[in-house]
């Protein structure tokens, strides 16, 4: 586990469920475009939320690559969860600025509806086939730049599933402060 102050805000990395993190008031999900349940990151968010997550979302759906969503949290133990769709790697193009979109846009509605504290997988990596390494510094990238922008959120989380990815996004932010 990495943890950083900068800017007033703490930035952490950390191995675990993107959808146990009860400290969070937003959590992000690595949504499909229907904002349906879905594998990965979307089927542990919606099975932890229940099944009115997915009545809330279907006004909201279908979105496109880059682009977030906010909804109530349900059952979960957060306010909010961002919805973000991230794009499919080699399909949806550019794929490094609709990345970097659904990173900037999830910190925006955090910023808009007032929240302190947002929990990120990493979008885009699983299923999308996004290669980690590049999608991290892309992540960091964006989130870096945001920082100055923001004044209610004040502690950004990574959350990482395994351990392996931790240590790539441990490794990535290291070498962007250096
Ligand atoms: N907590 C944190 N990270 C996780 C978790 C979890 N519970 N589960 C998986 N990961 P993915 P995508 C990691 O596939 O690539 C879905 O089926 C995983 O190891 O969830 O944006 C949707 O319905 C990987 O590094 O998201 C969409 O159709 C990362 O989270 C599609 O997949 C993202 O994996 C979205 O694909």
């Given at each position: 586990?990495?943890t950083?102050?900068l800017?007033?805000?703490?930035?952490?990395?950390?191995?675990?469920d993107?959808?146990?993190?009860?400290?969070?008031?937003?959590?992000?999900?690595?949504?499909?475009?229907e904002?349906?349940?879905?594998?990965?990151?979307?089927?542990?968010i919606?099975?932890?939320?229940g099944?009115?997550?997915e009545r809330?979302c279907?006004?909201?759906?279908p979105?496109?690559?880059?682009?977030?969503?906010?909804?109530?949290a349900?059952?979960?133990?957060?306010?909010?969860v961002?919805?973000?769709?991230?794009?499919?790697?080699?399909?949806?193009?550019?794929?490094?600025?609709?990345?970097?979109s659904?990173?900037?846009?999830?910190?925006?509605?955090?910023?808009?509806?007032?929240l302190?504290?947002?929990?990120?997988?990493a979008?885009?990596?699983?299923?999308f086939g996004y290669?980690?390494e590049a999608a991290?510094?892309?992540?960091?990238?964006?989130v870096?730049?945001?920082l100055?922008?923001?004044s209610s959120?004040?502690?950004i989380?990574?959350?990482?599933?395994?351990?392996a990815d931790?240590?790539?996004?441990?490794?990535?932010?290291?070498?962007l402060?250096?």
């Open positions: 586990m990495t950083r102050h800017q007033g805000v703490t930035l952490e990395c950390v191995q675990g993107i959808a146990r993190q009860p400290d969070m008031d937003a959590i992000v999900n690595a949504a499909n475009a904002l349906r349940i879905g594998g990965g990151v979307a089927g542990a919606h099975r932890g939320a099944p009115e997550l809330e279907q006004p909201l759906a979105i496109q690559p880059g682009q977030a969503v906010i909804t109530g349900h059952n979960l133990p957060n306010r909010s961002v919805h973000c769709l991230g794009p499919v790697y080699g399909v949806d193009e550019p794929a490094e600025p609709l990345l970097a659904c990173y900037r846009n999830a910190l925006e509605l955090a910023e808009q509806n007032e302190g504290s947002i929990a990120f997988p979008i885009s990596t699983g299923a290669p980690l991290t510094q892309v992540a960091f990238k964006t870096l730049e945001m100055p922008q923001l959120v004040k502690h989380r990574f959350v990482l599933f395994q351990k931790a240590r790539v996004h441990e490794e990535v932010l290291e070498r402060l250096d």
